[in-house]
């Protein structure tokens, strides 16, 4: 079989700005693909739900019922938007590609991640 071929060029990237306005935008998804150690150390962006990055493509692969029950916000469509992010945007840019991959068209990449939210917001890195 064919490895898959990614256009990096199709993964946008989001800002800072952006991020701080999606508690305001439900229809968004912000997902956090850092572990959940990660997670208790440092905090969270409001409004992300937490998929660790080793299982991000079979959580977007769950039933609606499933992904529903887990994470308490309905199973993204493949044109709803999905930002990802992690530490410093390393991660996230693969678990982005992973979702591309998936089929899902709008997907982007929270660059800065947690690295420049918590320098931004005055919390823990």
Known sequence: ??????????IGIVDYAVVKKL?????KLLIDVREPKELKETG???SSINIPLGIVSQELAA???LFKSKY????PNPDTALI???RSGVRSLKAAEAAAALGFTD???YEGSWLDWA???GLPK
């Open 1 to 10: 079989m064919e490895g898959v071929y990614i256009n990096k060029s199709a």
């Open 119 to 121: 320098e931004r917001e």
């Open 84 to 86: 990802f992010h992690c």
């Open 107 to 109: 997907v982007k990449n």
């Open 44 to 46: 969270q962006i409001p």
């Open 72 to 75: 308490g916000r309905n199973k």
């Open 63 to 65: 039933s609606d019922q």
């Open 23 to 27: 508690s305001k935008e439900p229809q």
